[in-house]
């Protein structure tokens, strides 16, 4: 025993049961064993329609996982399940708005009538509305319209608490072995310049995965959250080689990420079950 550390009470001991391969060791009742296997678990990607969402719907499709598949965008999403099906996997399509709590409650209402059950959620869809908090210019002073603000606020952090919300409510009601919610930051929950409604979110996701390990764990619902670096989607594509490459001189591993590093971190956070409330930085070492 650690000096220092209380003892745990006989009822305590009790209750949790004595190891009996190693009697000075215990294991919960909640424990049967080191990881996770994501087959036939249905999961939730948020966001899904392209991008990192459609990486981590098709990783988690592959390893045997129903992915539920949510996206505004029904074209996109149907891509996605294809993609899931390819991988060998199941996915299928759910349209609606993280946004909005109306949405939210039909969708994992949806989800377990349709896939038979809930086992985690990937809180991945988000949104940019760049701008300064204040600008100086010509004698002229330009502010972040409330707006702007609150765009990403509704969409990369209410929508992230909504999400996380109604997968936790229905895990508990299905009483899950193991539930796992993640939820995807970015580098810029540091503060990027340019980026105060994003930092802001991305910052409080971070702390939501550390919050809700604290309070749901007493139901086996375990959290994580995945903080990418710069990743090759779109919009990264879409830019000019000579921005592009100014973005890859400043990563220690000299690249871009792709889709599936962040779906490995993701992975990872469902399958390691001794995870929770901990953010994976996944930037080739830019932070
Ligand atoms: N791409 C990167 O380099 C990078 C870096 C750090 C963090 N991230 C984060 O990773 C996540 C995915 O990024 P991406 O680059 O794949 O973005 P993306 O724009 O390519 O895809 C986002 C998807 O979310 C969907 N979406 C947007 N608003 C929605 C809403 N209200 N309800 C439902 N779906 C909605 C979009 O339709 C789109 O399909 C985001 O949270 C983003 O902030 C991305």
């Known amino acids: 025993m ?7 009470s006989e009822s305590v001991i009790g ?6 391969h190693n009697p000075g060791r215990f294991h919960t009742q909640q424990t049967t064993g080191f990881s996770m296997d994501v087959k036939d678990k249905v999961i939730v990607v948020t966001g899904a329609g392209r991008g990192l969402g459609r990486g981590i719907a098709k990783m988690l499709a592959s390893k045997g996982a129903k992915v539920a598949c949510v996206d505004l965008n029904e074209a996109d999403l149907a891509e996605t399940v294809q993609v899931c099906k390819d991988a060998g996997g199941d996915g299928q399509a759910f349209i609606a708005n993280v946004a909005k709590e109306d949405d939210v409650e039909k ?3 949806d989800v377990v009538s349709e896939l038979g059950g809930l086992h985690g959620v990937v809180n991945n ?26 765009a990403v606020i509704d969409v990369n952090l209410t929508g992230v608490f909504l999400c996380a919300r109604e997968a936790a409510a229905k895990m508990i009601e299905l009483g899950v072995d193991e539930g796992v919610i993640v939820n995807i930051s970015s580098l810029a929950r540091q503060g990027s310049f340019g980026q105060s409604n994003y930092s802001a979110a991305k ?3 971070a702390a939501l995965a550390e919050v809700w390990a604290k309070e749901l764990a007493r139901y086996n619902i375990r959290t994580g959250a995945v903080a990418p670096g710069t990743i090759n989607t779109d919009m990264i594509a879409a830019m000019k080689a000579e921005a592009r490459d100014r973005l890859v001189s400043a990563v220690p591993l000299k690249r871009i990420g792709e889709p599936e590093h962040i779906a490995m971190s993701v992975l990872f956070i469902f399958e390691n079950s001794y995870f929770t409330g901990r953010c994976i930085d996944t930037d080739g070492g830019l932070r």
């Open 15 to 20: 209750a949790r049961g004595r190891d009996s």
């Open 125 to 150: 869809a988000g949104i940019t509305r760049d701008g300064l908090l204040v600008k100086a210019k010509d004698g002229q002073i330009t502010k972040m319209p409330l707006q702007q603000w609150q």
């Open 2 to 8: 650690i000096q220092g550390q209380p003892r745990l």
């Open 203 to 205: 910052s409080g996701v």
């Open 107 to 109: 969708l994992f209402a």
